[in-house]
């Protein structure tokens, strides 16, 4: 149980364009989802908390509108990266709960903005 | 003074031996301590969790908390070759976890 999946797995974009990042839960209901970027060599760091039907919390130094988080349903969350810039090229990685701490990570998205 | 802290590594350990991983954190607030594992490339994987002072045990691997001394840590007895991987320590403050570095781990057949 708590299976958490990603999709794209790698997405290779030009710069200035936008990517969507899709998180799902596959066998329970996510009360909260949480975004993460990994940079090579560096820890994990939160980007923002999303709750079903909710806006998103986003952490301080991260950009809200460059960084749309959508939570449409208790099963998905999408990360909108817009315009996005070869600085922006990172590992995305989705984290579930179900309404209790433990989070449940998703597999992660390799981004590479050209 | 790093939220969480931990020994980068890389941390040697021969096949069969105990891995010992040390973690110490800063927010005392924190009251939910997870690890979890990371293999290159990878996403992070629950290993445990431990929420009350003392040890926990699940198969080869055992948490032990000491929130007095904000330290926690997690031993791997009978260490594989599989357990080479990064190992993070999260301490848990309203539902968000903190990540420290981690800790890489290689055991040596």
């Known amino acids: 149980g708590a299976v958490v999946s990603q999709h794209p797995s790698r997405v290779i974009c030009k710069s200035g364009t936008s990517v969507k990042i899709e998180c799902r839960s596959l066998?329970?209901?996510?009360?909260?989802m949480f975004w993460y970027r990994q940079f090579p060599k560096q820890s994990l760091m939160l980007m923002a908390t999303?709750?079903?039907?909710?806006?998103?919390?986003?952490e301080q130094g991260v950009e809200k509108d460059k960084f749309l988080i959508n939570h449409a349903s208790l099963t998905l969350s999408t990360l909108t990266v817009t315009s996005a810039h070869p600085e922006d090229s990172s590992f995305y990685i989705c984290?579930?709960?179900?309404?209790?701490?433990?989070?449940?990570f998703g597999p992660g998205t390799r981004l590479l903005v050209l | 003074q790093k939220e969480v802290e931990q020994n980068s590594g890389p941390l040697s350990v021969p096949e069969g031996a105990i891995a010992s991983l040390n973690c110490t954190y800063s927010d005392r607030v924190s009251q939910s301590f997870f690890w979890y594992r990371q293999y290159s490339g990878k996403s992070p994987e629950l290993i445990m969790s431990?929420?009350?002072?003392g040890d926990k045990e699940d198969g080869r691997f055992t948490a032990q908390l000491n929130k007095a001394s904000q330290y926690v840590s997690l031993l791997i007895r009978d260490s594989q070759p599989s357990d080479s991987a990064t190992y993070l320590c999260a301490p848990s403050r309203w539902e968000k976890l903190t990540f420290g570095t981690g800790t890489r781990l290689t055991i040596i057949p």
């Open positions: 999303s709750n079903e039907g909710s806006k998103a919390t986003y």
């Open positions: 431990i929420y009350s002072n």
């Open positions: 066998d329970f209901q996510a009360t909260t």
């Open positions: 984290s579930a709960t179900q309404g209790k701490e433990t989070q449940y």
